[in-house]
């Protein structure tokens, strides 16, 4: 009579006088997997099989810019200016300029006369009477200004101030010869009382 003996680890199995279709019916289903993997007819040829490769990607290259970069830099400096307007701006291209050559230009009525204040141009607006205003002394006067590329226009009180004549017209005459127009907060509002946003597109924080 035919046996077959079973190990306790089911992949080497004894079988004796039992025909090989029916033996291989005994297996359990582990040992016949581990029959069929160990098969002299199957193939393990990884030639057979495609090999794929990711492409090296082409650098793309640095585009060459149409217009040289900006480098004369002004800042408009109207009375009762927001300090942080300009503090803020200067200080971001002061770490630019140590990287590439900036040149700045602070522009007022006049370079003297103890600076430019930063305080309320009129008494209803400093109904305390503070005197917690700094001053900051302008490099150039409008009528010395020299050819800019990009002029800053600061917001703060100045935007409301009841005598903007001088700073207007200079804006609109410099306009045209810029390369960019920056205002900042408020300061769209100057540049829109210089009349230089008519039928223009624009980008500010104010409707």
């Known amino acids: 009579m035919a046996s077959a003996q079973f190990p306790l680890f089911p992949l080497t199995v004894t079988l004796s006088g039992l025909p090989a279709a029916l033996s291989a019916n005994l297996l359990p289903p582990r040992a016949r997997f581990y029959r069929a993997a160990t098969t002299p007819n199957l193939t393990t040829d990884t030639a057979a099989c495609p090999v794929t490769t990711t492409p090296t990607p082409t650098p793309t290259p640095t585009p060459t810019p149409s217009k040289p970069n900006p480098r004369r830099i002004g800042v408009l400096?109207?009375?009762?200016?927001?300090?942080?307007?300009?503090?803020?701006?200067?200080?971001?291209?002061?770490?630019?300029?140590?990287?590439t050559r900036l040149d700045l230009f602070l522009l007022a009525r006049t370079t003297g006369c103890g600076g430019v204040s930063t305080a309320p141009a009129s008494e209803a607006m400093n109904k305390f009477n503070s005197s917690f205003f700094p001053?900051?002394?302008?490099?150039?006067?409008?009528?010395?200004?020299?050819?800019?590329?990009?002029?800053?226009?600061?917001?703060?009180?100045?935007?409301?101030?009841?005598?903007?004549?001088?700073?207007?017209?200079?804006?609109?005459?410099?306009?045209?010869?810029?390369?960019?127009?920056?205002?900042?907060?408020?300061?769209?509002?100057?540049?829109?009382?210089?009349?230089?946003?008519?039928?223009?597109?624009?980008?500010?924080?104010k409707k």
């Open 77 to 99: 400096l109207p009375r009762a200016f927001s300090l942080l307007d300009v503090a803020g701006p200067i200080e971001v291209l002061q770490a630019l300029a140590r990287q």
């Open 135 to 205: 001053a900051v002394f302008a490099t150039h006067a409008f009528e010395d200004a020299p050819p800019l590329d990009v002029l800053i226009v600061p917001g703060g009180a100045a935007a409301r101030s009841p005598d903007l004549g001088p700073e207007l017209e200079f804006i609109r005459g410099v306009f045209d010869g810029l390369g960019y127009l920056v205002t900042i907060c408020t300061g769209a509002g100057i540049a829109a009382k210089a009349g230089v946003l008519e039928g223009r597109r624009a980008t500010t924080n």
